[in-house]
């Protein structure tokens, strides 16, 4: 294997950029992000601890930590009673979750994984079209319904990444899914949470990927798979970040102080609405 060959680009180190980081501070670094892009809204109610532990990777008792962290740090509060629960705060403080540039810094990487995700997933969904049998399909349709159903943005990554790794089995390929898995992982571990009614949106593409491979057309699952996946390039944080706001600072979207200045327009809300989130 030759040095910069494409093999040795899809196996070479990988998360440089956040394996400083232990589980606790990925968990505050991805939901403060999401709240400083403007994906979580002032007043949104997270969904459950476990939910969230379960889509991020980690487990409860991290995010219940790193929840009550963020909730010290002004990120999001605790409300008691029947409609409480966890929220993103009135007026989301900016700036005090140092983890996040770490992301931040990786954004280079971060093109690299969906690139390698675009190369893996397109030739995934070329041999799935010509292979996937009536069980695979009746659970992949199965998977797109349930996402169509789903009440939190934590319910449908975990659906999501289940749906991918059964395009890669239908392959029929064992091999598929030992190789996709890991790329796919690596590459979720830089998601962050997404308003419900884009993911909602996403999925869509995902009922078309499914029509194609019902039909045995490798083409047009290719070409599906290709909006899908190089889309992220815009849609995940490496294309909605923009500069960094003044530490301590309400959150552009929020309430401003009395008397201040009204809040500019949510520019990262605004680029992910002329786009679709994968």
């Given at each position: 294997?030759?040095?910069?060959s494409?093999?040795?680009?899809?196996?070479?180190?990988?998360?440089?950029?956040i394996?400083?980081?232990?589980?606790?501070?990925?968990?505050?670094a991805?939901?403060?992000?999401a709240?400083?892009?403007?994906?979580?809204?002032?007043?949104e109610?997270?969904?459950?601890?476990?939910?969230?532990?379960?889509?991020?990777?980690?487990?409860?008792?991290?995010?219940?930590?790193?929840?009550?962290?963020?909730?010290?740090?002004?990120?999001?509060?605790?409300?008691?009673?029947?409609?409480?629960?966890?929220?993103?705060?009135?007026?989301?403080?900016?700036?005090?979750?140092?983890?996040?540039?770490?992301?931040?810094?990786?954004?280079?990487?971060?093109?690299?994984?969906i690139?390698?995700?675009?190369?893996?997933?397109?030739?995934?969904?070329h041999?799935?079209?010509?292979?996937?049998?009536?069980?695979?399909?009746?659970?992949?349709?199965?998977?797109?319904?349930?996402m169509?159903?789903?009440?939190?943005?934590?319910?449908?990554?975990?659906?999501?990444?289940?749906?991918?790794?059964?395009?890669?089995?239908?392959?029929?390929?064992?091999?598929?899914?030992?190789?996709?898995?890991?790329?796919?992982?690596?590459?979720?571990?830089?998601?962050?949470?997404?308003?419900?009614?884009?993911?909602?949106?996403?999925?869509?593409?995902?009922?078309?990927?499914?029509?194609?491979?019902?039909?045995?057309?490798?083409?047009?699952?290719?070409?599906?798979?290709?909006?899908?996946?190089?889309?992220?390039?815009?849609?995940?944080?490496?294309?909605?970040?923009?500069?960094?706001?003044?530490?301590?600072?309400?959150?552009?979207?929020?309430p401003?102080?009395p008397?201040?200045?009204?809040?500019?327009?949510?520019?990262?809300?605004?680029?992910?609405?002329?786009?679709?989130?994968r």
């Amino acid at each position: 294997m030759t040095p910069g060959s494409p093999l040795t680009a899809l196996k070479a180190p990988v998360l440089a950029g956040i394996r400083r980081l232990n589980a606790l501070d990925t968990v505050r670094a991805r939901i403060a992000m999401a709240v400083e892009l403007g994906l979580l809204k002032p007043g949104e109610r997270l969904p459950p601890t476990d939910e969230i532990a379960r889509s991020l990777g980690v487990g409860e008792i991290t995010a219940r930590r790193a929840l009550v962290s963020l909730c010290d740090e002004g990120v999001l509060e605790r409300r008691r009673g029947r409609t409480g629960g966890t929220l993103v705060a009135h007026r989301p403080v900016t700036g005090r979750v140092l983890e996040i540039e770490a992301y931040r810094s990786a954004a280079d990487e971060v093109h690299r994984l969906i690139d390698e995700r675009l190369l893996l997933e397109c030739g995934i969904a070329h041999l799935a079209a010509s292979n996937a049998g009536p069980r695979q399909l009746e659970e992949l349709e199965a998977l797109v319904a349930q996402m169509d159903r789903v009440s939190s943005w934590a319910e449908f990554h975990t659906c999501d990444e289940r749906f991918h790794t059964a395009i890669a089995a239908a392959t029929g390929l064992p091999s598929a899914v030992g190789q996709y898995g890991p790329a796919l992982r690596e590459l979720y571990r830089y998601y962050l949470p997404y308003p419900l009614d884009y993911l909602r949106e996403s999925n869509g593409e995902h009922a078309e990927l499914v029509a194609a491979l019902a039909g045995r057309d490798p083409l047009k699952a290719v070409d599906v798979t290709r909006r899908h996946v190089q889309t992220l390039h815009q849609t995940m944080f490496v294309g909605l970040i923009g500069p960094q706001p003044p530490a301590g600072v309400p959150l552009a979207g929020a309430p401003s102080p009395p008397g201040g200045p009204s809040p500019s327009p949510d520019a990262a809300a605004s680029a992910l609405a002329s786009s679709e989130c994968r």
